[in-house]
T-cell receptor
Framework: DGGITQSPKYLFRKEGQNVTLSCEQN?????MYWYRQDPGQGLRLIYY???????QKGDIAEGYSVSREKKESFPLTVTSAQKNPTAFYLC????????????FGSGTRLTVV | AQTVTQSQPEMSVQEAETVTLSCTYD???????LFWYKQPPSRQMILVIR??????QNATENRFSVNFQKAAKSFSLKISDSQLGDAAMYFC??????????FGKGTRLSVIA
């Protein structure tokens, strides 16, 4: 079955560490996205990519980095520069175009310890 | 920048009754898409319904329907015959041009047996 897979489901980070969240899709979607979800804040866009080897910053990109070397993969690195990384992270994919809804992964819960 | 506002952080409904969730948005575009997503306790995001702005007819999906008022920039979701499985966070989202989805902050719906 086609879908989008996020791993790990839970991740713990020590202060000063970089961590990478994985996102893989086999839907042949062009575009991929990373959103951060905090209580009462809805979903806020971190980064998105329309095509391989290209990506754009979203509203809250500071302290995060991404790569898009393959169409299927869009990993997110949470760097030590992100001062408040504890949150729920959602990856999504879609065909590029405003009429398409997104397919979401099951999310990664990141906690700073 | 486009914004999406959900003015009801929490709502509740009796099982088998009808409930309406509100959403307003701000845009200068004439052609766009609007979406409602459901996020149950599993936190998996599920597309509920989609509305194309140039279509005057309101979208319907089984027990879910929308009231789309383009001039008022309003896009409410009506859930009929509410079921316990409808309990979730509901997010309204907007998409136009080549920009990613913009989400509201969500409405938490409780269903009372």
């Amino acid at each position: 079955d086609g879908g989008i897979t996020q791993s790990p489901k839970y991740l713990f980070r020590k202060e000063g560490q970089n961590v990478t969240l994985s996102c893989e899709q086999n839907l042949n979607h062009d575009a991929m996205y990373w959103y951060r979800q905090d209580p009462g804040q809805g979903l806020r866009l971190i980064y998105y990519s329309q095509i391989v080897n290209d990506f754009q910053k979203g509203d809250i990109a500071e302290g995060y980095s991404v790569s898009r070397e393959k169409k299927e993969s869009f990993p997110l690195t949470v760097t030590s520069a992100q001062k408040n990384p504890t949150a729920f992270y959602l990856c999504a994919s879609s065909m590029w175009g405003r009429m398409y809804g997104y397919t979401f992964g099951s999310g990664t819960r990141l906690t700073v310890v | 920048a486009q914004t999406v506002t959900q003015s009801q952080p929490e709502m509740s409904v009796q099982e088998a009754e009808t409930v309406t969730l509100s959403c307003t948005y701000d845009t200068s575009e004439s052609d766009y898409y609007l979406f409602w997503y459901k996020q149950p306790p599993s936190r998996q995001m599920i597309l509920v319904i989609r509305q194309e702005a140039y279509k005057q007819q309101n979208a319907t999906e089984n027990r879910f329907s929308v009231n789309f008022q383009k001039a008022a920039k309003s896009f409410s979701l009506k859930i009929s015959d509410s079921q316990l499985g409808d309990a979730a966070m509901y997010f309204c989202a907007y998409n136009s041009g080549n920009t990613p989805l913009v989400f509201g902050k969500g409405t938490r719906l409780s269903v009372i047996a």
